[in-house]
């Protein structure tokens, strides 16, 4: 069935770091892969999203590349900001799976000043 | 603004008691989810509903029960019989549910603790 592996957190970074968090996946169709940031106390909220191969999405300074070859969707950023602590989830919904999106187990991140 | 809201914020069961929680959306979308989160663990489906008067068992369905009356609402009833409800719940929709493309939104979510 379809997974979603993420790097273990948490992670630990100083302000304007590089950030990276990996994750791979495990499909059986052509999935649709998201990246969602979940902050303390918060739900989850969509941070970009990939919908076909070599497809990149961005947003607020995150990249991810949907990597058919490696099948893989890693998150990263330039320049990290303490605002930016919180939890990860890498996802991915795939049509052969049904309508259901399976989450990764998050990776905590936490960038000191 | 359009969005989901989750009620209670924090909710106390006892033992035995059955406890409800309110999942409301004014998105218009047609799907709407519950999930559990647990510490340290990614999301575990619970159940869905794609339509109105539909709705399926996730992964974690036993010891809860749901109704899907109308398009805004999708209550989470967790019973007696979940034997270790404490956790974060989490309710989001999505505008349709057979295209894998379209992410969901998410409330905030409601922390059950047992008293």
């Known amino acids: 069935g379809n997974s979603v592996t993420q790097m273990e957190g948490p992670v630990t970074l100083s302000e304007e770091a590089f950030l990276t968090i990996n994750c791979t996946y495990t499909?059986?169709?052509?999935?649709?892969l998201f990246w969602y940031v979940q902050y303390p106390g918060e739900g989850l909220q969509l941070l970009l999203k990939?919908?076909?191969?070599?497809d990149k999405g961005s947003n607020k300074g995150f990249e991810a590349t949907y990597r058919k070859e490696t099948t893989s969707f890693h998150l990263e950023k330039g320049s990290v900001q303490v605002s930016d602590s919180a939890v990860y989830f890498c996802?991915?919904?795939?049509?052969?799976?049904?309508?259901?999106?399976?989450f990764g187990a998050g990776t905590r991140l936490f960038v000191k000043a | 603004d359009g969005g989901i809201t989750q009620s209670p914020k924090y909710l106390f069961r006892k033992e035995g008691q059955n406890v409800t929680l309110s999942c409301e959306q004014n998105?218009?979308?047609?799907?709407m989810y519950w999930y559990r989160q647990d510490p340290g663990q990614g999301l575990r489906l619970i159940y869905y509903?794609?339509?109105?008067?539909?709705?399926q068992k996730g992964d974690i369905a036993e010891g809860y029960s749901v109704s899907r009356e109308k398009k805004e609402s999708f209550p989470l009833t967790v019973t007696s019989a979940q034997k270790n409800p404490t956790a974060f719940y989490l309710c989001?929709?999505?505008?349709?549910?057979?295209?894998?493309?379209?992410?969901?939104?998410f409330g905030d979510g409601t922390r059950l603790s047992i008293l």
């Open positions: 989001a929709s999505s505008m349709e549910a057979v295209y894998s493309n379209q992410p969901q939104h």
């Open positions: 499909a059986t169709g052509y999935p649709s």
């Open positions: 990939a919908t076909k191969a070599d």
């Open positions: 996802a991915l919904s795939d049509q052969t799976g049904g309508f259901k999106t399976i």
């Open positions: 998105l218009n979308h047609d799907a």
């Open positions: 509903s794609q339509i109105v008067n539909d709705f």
